[in-house]
């Protein structure tokens, strides 16, 4: 989608540093971190929240890709955060999913 900044993220537009990536979707870090570690899952593919997400190979493999960044970066505790629709909060239209971390023990 030309008018979604997540789109436009992971096309490269802004140069933005992805802590982890594969061919399903893209992982980096929030703009405004609401923890000392505060990570987005953002699939590659533009769907608007949760309520739109049909594709079950998609869901799984993005808690692989939460598996497989915080492994990488060696963060065992963490929160899953997902704001689905703009009453509960959701502001980017496209699905993410927050990584909320205190440290890395
Ligand atoms: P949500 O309220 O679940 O839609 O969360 C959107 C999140 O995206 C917020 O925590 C923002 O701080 C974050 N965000 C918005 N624009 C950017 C950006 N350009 N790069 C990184 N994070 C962003
Ligand atoms: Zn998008």
């Given amino acids: 989608m030309t008018d979604c900044i997540f789109c436009k993220i992971i096309n490269g537009d802004f140069n933005t540093e992805f802590v982890y990536e594969n061919e399903y979707l893209v992982v ?3 703009l405004h971190p609401k923890a000392p570690i505060h990570l987005l899952v953002v699939p590659k593919v533009h769907v608007e929240s949760l309520n739109e997400l049909e594709d079950e190979k998609l869901m799984a493999e993005l808690f692989k890709g939460i ?3 915080t492994k990488k970066i060696g963060l065992k505790s963490y929160n899953l955060h997902v704001n689905t629709g703009k009453e509960a ?3 980017v239209m496209h ?11």
């Fill in 89 to 91: 909060g959701q502001e």
């Fill in 95 to 105: 699905m993410h999913i927050h990584i909320l971390g205190k440290d890395k023990k």
């Fill in 28 to 30: 980096f870090k929030d």
């Fill in 67 to 69: 598996k497989a960044v």
